[in-house]
Structures are given as C-alpha cells and as structure tokens.
C-alpha cells in the first residue's frame, strides 16, 4: 500500500572504509511516488543507522533502465549492510528488477568549495575546499599528494593526503569565471591518479556593501551592516502581529517562518499576495527582526496561491528577486532534512539563488548525520537539528555530540537547531489519550536547550535558530507557553550575551581538560577587548567530574553556575550530573 516501503534485500559482506558501485535494470509500470529503485545501508551491532545510499526511483511507465549508487561502507566494527529493491513509501504500481550488481572501486574522492560562498571570490581571498578521501588500501598511499592550482598557470599548491581543508591563495583572481584544477598525484610514478575542475566567478573586491547585506566572512560569520552579528532565532509557521511584537520584546533577533511564500496579515495562506508578504517583512523590520525566508517547500508539485501557473524555479526566483533587497530579509532557507536523493535538485536552487542574491547567505538544514558530507553542495550555510530529549527517561544528549562532530568536521559556516520544542506532539496517540504526552514525553528543561546550545557554540556554530515557537502553543498543555517562554528567552539573552566571544577573532587561551568520570569537554572564548569566557559542557548521562587549566593556570575564575571551583591557583574542578552546564569569567 502506499503507506508502505514494498521491499526484498539480502545481507550482503562490505569491507569497512571500501567504496563500492551498486546497481539494477529496473522495468516500471505505472509506478507512482517516488518511484521503484535499490538501496544499500548499514547497521552497528546495536541497530543503529550508520547510512545508506538511495539512488532516485522510475515513475510511470518506463523501459528497462539502469538505476546505481555507490556508497562506502563505514569503519564501523561489527557493522552489517544490506542490499534491497523496493518501491519507495507512498509508491504504487509495479516493477521488475534484473542485472543486479555490486562492486569494489577505486576510493571516491570528494572536493567541495566551502568558503567563499556563492563560488565567487575577488582578489586576495583564499579559497577554502573540503575533501575526503574514501575508500581502500589509503594506508600505502602515504607519498601521493593533492594539488590545486588555477587552470592555465604551472604554479600551485600540494597538500598532505590527510588534510580535510585545502587552503589556497592563487597569486591573482581573475575578474569573470575561472577554474581550479585539482589532480590526485603519485610523484613516485609521475601519475595523476585523479582530477576534478571547480568552476568559480571572479568579482571585484566589493568597496562597500548596502546596509541590507548579510554576507559570510572568513571566520565563517555572518556581518550584516558591516559588523559582525549572531542570528538567535526561532522557527514560525506563518507570523501575526501579535507573534512579531512577543519576539521583537525578547532577546531574540530573527526568525525562520515556513510559511514565507504565503506571509499576510489578512487571513490565511490562501489570501496572500506579494504585497501581503511585503507588508509582514515591513513590519519586521520596523521591529527590529530579521527574517530567514523560507523557499524550501518551492520544488516538485508547488505552486504559489497567489499565482498558481507558476512553476517551482520560477517561483523561487520571483521571490528572491522581489525581496532581495528588502532589509528585513537575513539568509534563504532552501531544505528542511530532505533525503540525500534530493542533493542535486537542492544544489541546482542553491546555485541558482547564488546568482540571483549575491548578498545573502542558503541555509539548509539535516539531522542525517552519516550522510552530512554528501549535503555539502547543497548551501552556503550548514545546519543540524539533533533532537534529543524525547523521553521522561532521557538523561543525555549524546546525539547532539555525535551531530555537532560531524557538522564540525566540514569546515563549513554553520547554523544550528537547538531544541525547545516537546516531541510528543508529533506523536499522533496523544489525541487519543493526553496522558502520554504528559507522562511519557517531554521537552527539554532550560539546563539541557541551553547546554545544546553551548555544545553547538563549542563545535563552531555561529547562530542559532531554536524548534519551535509554534511548539510552544501546541498540544493538550494550554499553559506551556505560558511557562515555557520565559525559560526560552533566558537562553537566548545568554546566548546574546556571549556573542562578543563567540564572534571575536581574538586568541583565546588553551583548555587542559582532565576527565575523571563520565564525559565533559570545554572552550575558552576571548573577547576583542581581552575578557574571557570558558563554555564547559557535560552531555551526560551519569556523575562528570572533570579537572581543568586556563592558559597558563588563569586564576581568579568564577563560576556562573556554582558547578565549577577553584581547587589551587589556575586549577579548577567541575562537578554534575546528566546533561549539565557552566560558564567561567574573570573575577
């Protein structure tokens, strides 16, 4: 049914770190959905998802066609994979598969410019590129090297094997468009083992920018105005007056509405026009709020109602260009955790928003943490939304551990999603008997939405955009927002306040970290004017308690949260319990 996945597979041996092809002739007769396709994915002894590759389907009626993937298998000890054909959910009609495959290749080379965004760039910027290596046998390819260079020029610049950030500053940035070659080099042989060509737009250095421009500088800040700023927001659904004036009275400074194609203050999405949008941006920005326009609804089967002809692209065109220039606007929000199927589609919008607004920043956002280094041509700004508190039982947020990793690691400006929102509502059983949404689920306490949001500063997030005000007013507790919005906004004014650190390029002192039971990490941040902050976090669960050095032994620390002291000069010790917090500053 369509509500089903329709599926055969078989286990199938992979060998940790290999890379392999996999593939089908698939036949398809009135298939509807996503179609009818193959898989492959894996599991840890636990029965954790560790990954998959789901390349797209055949819909209607189609002649017998080549589907692949490839994929490569995690170094994950124990791990188990499976190989299926299946009809995707929602799907129906039928198919037939023939000619499967599965193979060893060569190890997959990925290459993506992460800084500059927009793939543009004006003399005397250094361009910045992620890369990753995957694949077999990488332990007896120590000599080999990677090299960029700008097309038509001998010169260039090698790089070490094990580097995951090229850094490379040409000699001169060409005004118009320009390529960087980047080959995989065995010197030993003389052999070029790999190449790739990335084709960036050479502009001259911008003399001053409007005060509406949001740009990503090389700290991988956004500075709007020409200074450096933190988006603390939060996610709407549409926006009233009565939504604007609440958050414009709080400590935070933008928001994230699903509904921006549809904004008005006169009814519903159905009676909105352009200048009903216009209208709610206005006001916005008379209040002192910036907007994350979202366009991440604008693909497939979408039409606007205010002008229903209208195809996908060219809706989200229409929208960039109208409001582009409005100063309310803050970045585009072009994905909502799609599937990585969806990457070049998502990648084409990207692109295409690029060209049109070179003044503001994509952001998209993910939760599939195996598969993050796949989203990276997808926007200009990365986000995660681990959501861990789900359970009355829940006493940790290893999940945002394990997802603030992974974002870190690509190098990329990177917005995140704390969680403020109680899960349960998305559990359908709580219309059928309210007590489980008061007695199994919950949301997350202040301590925990406030230690995310630490772990999230910590790992190189520079904004924050928490799910979700409307969560706040939904479900069978009428009173939440009530009692809830206070403790929200206690966050985000912290949040606000430590901002000077978090967007300072000043050095800050090192951390010695000593753990002696359960799991704590720390940071320092040093203001422009020389203060001093130090974040520590514990995700939990269990007793953490932890020993840890400034710098040089900094004395005269004080605790913010009455969990850390000062044992001897420059030595402290920090004690909790599940999922706990502090903030060191200067006496």
């Not at 078989?10 to 092809?21: C, I, M, N, S, T």
């Not at 990276?376 to 394990?402: C, M, T």
């Not at 489980?436 to 955009?465: D, K, W």
């Not at 940071?523 to 932890?546: K, M, T, Y």
Request: net charge negative; aromatic share 12%; hydrophobic share 35%.
């Amino acid at each position: 049914g369509p509500a089903d996945y329709l599926q055969v597979g078989q286990e199938v041996a992979l060998k940790p770190g290999f890379h392999y092809r996999f593939g089908a002739m698939i036949r398809s007769e009135g298939v509807t959905g996503e179609g009818a396709t193959l898989y492959i994915e894996g599991y840890d002894r636990e029965g954790n998802y560790l990954g998959g590759s789901y390349p797209g389907g055949l819909t209607g009626d189609r002649d017998w066609t080549l589907v692949e993937g490839s994929f490569v298998a995690p170094k994950v000890e124990g791990a188990t994979f499976s190989l299926g054909l299946y009809l995707r959910q929602k799907a129906v009609g039928k198919a037939w598969f023939d000619d499967v495959y599965l193979r060893e290749v060569e190890p997959a080379w990925q290459l993506n410019l992460v800084y500059p965004t927009h793939h543009t760039a004006y003399p005397g910027q250094t361009l910045e590129f992620y890369t990753r290596i995957d694949g077999a046998g990488l332990e007896g390819r120590r000599n080999e090297v990677l090299f960029l260079r700008l097309k038509g020029e001998e010169e260039g610049k090698n790089f070490a094997m094990d580097e995951s950030l090229l850094k490379f500053r040409p000699a001169k940035i060409p005004e118009g468009e320009f390529t960087v070659q980047a080959y995989w080099l065995d010197p030993d042989r003389r052999e070029i083992l790999n190449s790739q060509e990335i084709v960036i737009q050479g502009i001259p250095k911008p003399a001053a920018l409007p005060d509406y421009a949001a740009v990503i500088d090389e700290h991988r800040r956004l500075q709007v105005g020409g200074e450096p700023y933190l988006p603390v927001g939060l996610y709407l659904l549409g926006a009233t007056r009565q939504d604007i004036d609440i958050i414009a009275d709080s400590p935070f400074n933008c928001i994230m509405p699903y509904g921006s194609p549809h904004l008005s203050f006169h009814g519903g999405y159905e009676d909105s026009t352009l200048d009903s949008v216009r209208e709610v941006l206005d006001y916005c920005d008379e209040k002192g709020l910036k907007v994350i326009y979202s366009l991440k609804d604008i693909y497939d089967d979408f039409r606007p109602y205010w002008n229903p002809e209208l195809e996908p692209d060219d809706t989200a065109a229409l929208l960039v260009n109208t409001f582009k220039d409005h100063p309310a606007i803050l970045a585009w929000y072009i994905c909502d955790e799609s599937a990585v199927e969806k990457i070049p589609a998502i990648a084409a919008r990207r692109q295409m928003i690029n060209r049109l607004d070179p003044l503001h920043p994509t952001w998209s956002v993910y939760y599939q943490v195996p598969d993050f280094k796949h989203y990276i041509p997808a926007q200009d700004v990365f986000g995660n939304d681990p959501y861990p508190i789900n359970w009355w039982k829940d006493n940790h947020i290893l999940g945002v551990d394990n997802s603030t990793r992974e974002a870190e690691k690509l190098h990329m400006p990177l917005w995140a999603v704390p969680q403020i929102h109680n899960t349960g509502f998305y559990n359908p059983k709580w219309q059928e008997d309210p007590s489980e949404y008061f007695t199994v689920q919950r949301p997350p306490t202040e301590t925990e939405t406030m230690t995310m949001s630490l772990f999230e500063a910590m790992r190189g997030a520079r904004g924050f955009i928490m799910y979700s005000y409307f969560d706040l007013n939904l479900g069978p507790d009428k009173l939440q927002f009530e009692r809830r919005w206070p403790e929200v906004c206690r966050v985000a004014a912290k949040l606000q306040e430590l901002g000077p650190y978090l967007l300072s390029t000043a050095t800050a002192p090192e951390v010695k970290l000593t753990v002696r039971s359960g799991t704590a990490y720390a940071r320092a941040f040093a203001a422009e004017n020389g203060d001093l902050r130090v974040l520590i976090v514990s995700p939990g669960p269990g007793i953490v308690d932890a020993e840890l050095e400034v710098g040089g032994k900094i004395a005269n620390l004080v605790s913010e949260r009455g969990r850390t002291y000062e044992k001897a000069p420059g030595v402290y010790r920090f004690y909790g319990e599940n999922t706990c917090y502090d903030i060191l500053r200067l006496e």
